[in-house]
């Protein structure tokens, strides 16, 4: 049976209590279950992070882990990420991060932390994103909108969520700008894209899935293609092709791992990490998260680290020349 989930009302957090707890500082001591742990979370109450961060609070609160799930929204996340680098490793923080955070932010500059300010607990989750088309377009699949634009150069609109960010660059590896003449624009974010979608001012849109599927569903929109980097077909839509399927590197990096602040107790993380691997398997925790348009998905904290460093040696860099190129023009 689901859970409903409470969220409430939530301020931007401008301090965190500190939880004191002793743990084992050794890989091979038992961690003692401390009174409680603080999820922080960078953006607001209500999206997914902050729901997907919420579902794994409560899941932990049932593996005997008491959780309390912490919003502090401010510079894309890195407010929240540089507060939890800067804590005491037996403070029981711990950040709720993508590669957007972790990653692409401080490579565009200074954000005060870097990921090897952390220790990986383990990735659950996963957002999928995709690339949808107004309803009534000339086009039904991401070939024929690449074909259509090769004969109609410049009468195509792409709206997508903000400029000169990861998510215009990963829009820019679906189409590439150098190989197709076509018009991007960048929008508020994926509500924006889908009002400007349904309302028929720009051609082609790029946010998430799940804001993208009842559109889908109701004739508004069509979903072209999705963007999900851990799996090939989504379950909320599984007949939506990846974009791998066409060979295009454009899969996008948005999985949420857990982090710790440098040197916390591996006990403990293992404790954390042993309860995750739990929760990716229960059912209604995964439906739980299909709901709000997220893959349950289990990495634990050496995956983990492989997953964020192989972007950070494959992708970061791409992005870092693609902004330097994007900002001179």
Do not use: C
């Amino acid at each position: 049976m689901k859970k409903s989930l409470r969220v409430g009302g939530v301020a931007v957090v401008m301090a965190l209590a500190v939880v004191l707890a002793a743990t084992a500082g050794g890989a091979g001591e038992a961690a003692e279950t401390p009174d409680e742990i603080t999820i922080v979370v960078g953006f607001g109450a209500g999206g997914s992070n902050d729901l997907s961060a919420r579902y794994l609070a409560e899941a932990f609160n049932d593996h005997g882990i008491s959780a309390n799930v912490v919003n502090m929204p401010g510079g894309m996340g890195t407010e929240a990420a540089y507060h939890v680098s800067t804590q005491s490793p037996d403070s029981n923080t711990f950040m709720w991060a993508h590669p957007l955070i972790m990653l692409f932010e401080p490579a565009a500059g200074d954000r005060g932390f870097t990921i090897h300010d952390f220790e990986p607990v383990g990735t659950l989750a996963s957002p999928t994103f995709a690339v949808s088309s107004r309803a009534g377009a000339p086009w039904s699949t991401l070939e024929e909108l690449i074909q259509y634009i090769e004969a109609n150069p410049g009468e195509v609109v792409l709206g997508g969520q903000g400029e000169g960010n990861m998510m215009h660059f990963i829009a820019e590896l679906i189409l590439d700008p150098a190989e197709l003449d076509y018009t991007y624009v960048g929008l508020g974010g994926g509500a924006d894209v889908a009002l400007n979608l349904t309302g028929g001012h720009v051609d082609v849109g790029h946010l998430s899935l799940a804001a993208a599927r009842p559109l889908h569903q109701d004739g508004d929109l069509s979903v072209l293609v999705n963007t999900q980097i851990l799996v090939e077909r989504d379950p909320l839509m599984p007949e939506i092709p990846n974009i791998v399927e066409f060979g295009i590197q454009g899969q996008e990096p948005h999985p949420l791992a857990l982090w710790a602040p440098k040197g916390t107790s591996s006990a403990l993380i293992q404790q954390l990490t042993e309860a995750m691997a739990e929760i990716a398997q229960d059912p209604d925790f995964a439906q739980n998260y299909q709901d709000i348009g997220v893959i349950a998905h289990y990495l634990d904290p050496e995956e983990t680290w492989e997953f964020f460093m192989d972007v950070e040696e494959n992708m970061v860099p791409r992005y870092k020349a693609w902004l330097e190129a994007y900002l001179a023009n």
